[in-house]
């Protein structure tokens, strides 16, 4: 059920991410960088391609995100932000942007979710919010002592704003699947997910550009990381 429903969701990211990206990010748009269209490895408007391998890739996605978990308010939460994650992968892999749009919401449901579950299952909420101020943290950290080593943007703020959302629900996973140490086994998982999310980019986004100096999308990396460590969690 849930590998359809992240099929289905895979395949209309890509028309919602061209609503949401065209009028900010296209050509005739106020915020339109040439520089980073031409930089991005994805074409706009997404094409029938492209939106074939995101419906594999939230079929795939929801799959991994269903093994783990029984219950089945935990796995529709965790479907519901990758579907939104989808949108936003899709307009950082064609403007190297994460839009507002996607991030803020996904911060609003992480956090409203997990407090909502918290209630009902009778597990701590804290993890939560440890993960989401630790994770944003420690990317904004990052973010401040690259451009200070290099004197150039290293990250933007939009990967800091989506990490809200990704601290939260892992802080909170943690907390879940260890109650005797909520806050440092939730706290112990976004590490790692940072940790697998800066590999694949160091690996996979460093080879594809092949310059320090050259900006890529980093917003589907940290997705990897959040879906790798919920996958293999519990």
Known sequence: MTAAVGAAGGWLAGPVADRVAGPRYGPDAPDHDAEDLELAPVRAPTSATARAV???????????????????????????????????????????????????????????????LSARLDVPWSPAVVGAVAYPAFLFVARALFRLVRGMEGMGLGEVKLAVSLGATMGW????????????????????????????????????????????????????????????SA
């Not at 890739?57 to 269903?66: D, K, Q, W």
């Open 54 to 116: 995101l419906a594999a890739v939230g079929a795939a996605g929801g799959a991994a995100l269903a093994s783990p978990f029984a219950d089945g308010e935990v796995v529709a939460l965790l479907v519901a932000l990758g579907l939104l994650y989808l949108v936003a992968m899709t307009v950082d892999l064609q403007y190297l942007r994460l839009p507002n749009v996607c991030t803020y919401p996904a911060a609003a449901v992480a956090l409203a979710g997990t407090l909502a």
């Open 173 to 232: 996973v943690g907390g879940l699947i260890e109650p005797l140490t909520p806050v440092l086994d939730g706290f112990r998982l976004v590490v790692l997910s940072a940790l697998v999310a800066n590999v694949l980019g160091a690996v996979v986004g460093l080879a594809l550009v092949r310059r320090l100096d050259k900006a890529f999308p980093f917003g589907p990396y940290l997705v990897a990381g959040w879906l790798a460590v919920l996958a293999l």
